[in-house]
């Protein structure tokens, strides 16, 4: 699991992950992470992020060979983009919150 924003917590994010799963965080709280990692039965590593051309393309890889994928819990239309937040701020999503931008063909 790669978490970009390190906005879930630590537990939630421990308990979807399969027996021999990995979370890396690369925003959040590292200490707290690298605590957890220690204490916990599964890897979970806190990193600091520096993208560059070669980490992008190997992520790219992975999510092009099906070995790291997005979890996309609900999908809103912009024009309901109020509810869209309502729905992110209130912590219920169990993966991504989409907002699809519709265009005039």
């Known amino acids: 699991m790669l978490d970009l924003v390190g906005d879930r917590p630590i537990a ?10 990995t979370y890396v965080c690369l925003a959040g709280a590292p200490l707290r992470t690298l605590r957890v990692a220690l204490f916990g039965g599964k890897r979970m590593v806190a990193m600091v992020a520096n993208p560059n051309r070669t980490d992008l393309t190997f992520l790219m890889g992975l999510i092009e060979s099906g070995d790291m ?20 701020l209130a912590g219920a999503a169990q993966g991504k919150v989409m907002v699809t931008l519709e265009t005039k063909e």
């Open 12 to 21: 939630a994010c421990k308990r979807t992950l399969k027996p021999n799963g």
């Open 69 to 88: 994928r997005t979890v996309i819990d609900r999908e809103f239309p912009f024009h309901e983009l109020p509810d869209a937040m309502r729905y992110y």
